[in-house]
């Protein structure tokens, strides 16, 4: 139980051109995932908290008009990086905790390797 | 704010072997909760173990076990007869009771040796 899956895997786009990556809980209901950005050989960074039915929460330094996140149900939410550039070139990672309440353990999906050329 | 500490960037051991991963951590509150995630290869982050910080006894998964000391903010992952498939980044993180938010260390890099 607690799957949580993340699409696409990989995607390699042009500078310029937006990209949304959706994550979904299969097999449970999560009023709360979380979007992160992980660079080669660091830890996850968190970039902003998905609540389900309302606007996210964005960590300090995140831009909130580059990162958009929409959370329109118990089991999808949506990243979507606007006009992306070089520099956006990363691995993205989301996670959800299961809707019994906080306390519980994040299950994280598969990630996203964005590259933008 | 809390802080989490891998002070081990890398560590190298046998197949078969046992080995101890080091996690310290920095907070005022009382009760929290404790976790190792795994980061193998493939990047999908794989939960290994869990620790409630009101919880004497130390948490237990097959051949992972950790080593909870309380009053010295330490929380140590052991892996026992270690497996090429342990081979992987792993990650301490820090969740206080009430809150969403996972704060995590800057991880350690397993690598278990043929």
């Known amino acids: 139980g607690a799957v949580v899956s993340q699409h696409p895997s990989w995607v390699i786009c042009k500078s310029g051109t937006s990209v949304k990556i959706e994550c979904r809980s299969l097999d449970f209901q999560a009023t709360t995932m979380f979007w992160y950005r992980q660079f080669p050989k660091q830890s996850l960074m968190l970039m902003a908290t998905s609540n389900e039915g309302s606007k996210a929460t964005y960590e300090q330094g995140v831009e909130k008009d580059k990162f958009l996140i929409n959370h329109a149900s118990l089991t999808l939410s949506t990243l979507t990086v606007t006009s992306a550039h070089p520099e956006d070139s990363s691995f993205y990672i989301c996670?959800?905790?299961?809707?019994?309440?906080?306390?519980?353990?994040?299950?994280f999906g598969d990630g996203t390797r964005l590259s933008i050329l | 704010a809390q802080t989490v500490t891998q002070s081990q960037p890398e560590m190298s051991v046998q197949e078969a072997e046992t080995v101890t991963l080091s996690c310290t951590y920095d907070t005022s509150e009382n009760n929290y909760y404790l976790f190792w995630y795994k980061q193998p290869p493939s990047r999908q982050m794989i939960l290994v173990i869990r620790q409630e910080a009101y919880k004497q006894q130390n948490a237990t998964e097959n051949r992972f076990s950790v080593n909870f000391q309380k009053a010295a903010k330490s929380f140590s992952l052991k892996i026992s007869d270690s497996q090429l498939g342990d081979t992987a980044m792993y990650f301490c993180?820090?969740?206080?009771?009430?809150?969403?938010?996972?704060?995590f260390g800057q991880g350690t890099r397993l690598t278990i040796n043929p």
């Open positions: 996670s959800a905790s299961l809707r019994q309440g906080a306390n519980q353990p994040q299950h």
């Open positions: 993180a820090f969740l206080p009771q009430g809150a969403q938010k996972l704060v």
